[in-house]
């Protein structure tokens, strides 16, 4: 099983970002790591638009950042995502909250495995 070796941290405003390696279209997380802020930016030169990792009540939701309305990319703050496109905006699960968007972000499946995240990379 591939571990998240690699994993690097550099800032952007206030979340986190990761760049950790990804095995069999999975990508595996330092539990503890990710646990220690409630967002984090995971990032990889093969992923087309970074996803947001959200801790939630009952787990982690994994956003894909990428607007709905026209596809540009999103940027994340510790409210929510915002499109500098055209206006539209997020909350942190992912659902439309200010139009011309109106569908909810693309998610990835996330689970918890020896004390590891994985995020798979087929769309849900
Ligand atoms: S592409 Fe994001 S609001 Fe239009």
Redesign the pocket.
């Known amino acids: 099983m591939g571990l998240a070796a690699g994993l690097s941290l550099s800032g952007c405003g206030t979340i986190p970002i990761y760049k950790p390696t990804i095995t069999n279209k999975v990508i595996y997380l330092d539990e503890l790591k990710m646990a220690a802020n409630k967002l984090n930016i995971i990032q990889h030169s093969s992923l087309a638009f970074n996803i947001l990792l959200v801790k939630t009540d009952s787990g982690y939701t994994a956003l894909q950042m990428q607007?709905?309305?026209?596809?540009?990319p999103?940027i994340a703050t510790k409210t929510g995502l915002f499109?500098?496109?055209?206006?539209?905006s997020f909350n942190l699960l992912g659902k439309a909250m200010r139009?011309?968007?109106i569908k909810p972000l693309k998610t990835y499946e996330t689970s918890i495995l020896n004390h590891q995240i994985l995020i798979k990379l087929t769309k849900k």
């Open positions: 607007c709905s309305h026209q596809n540009q999103l499109c500098n496109a055209h206006g539209s139009e011309p968007a």
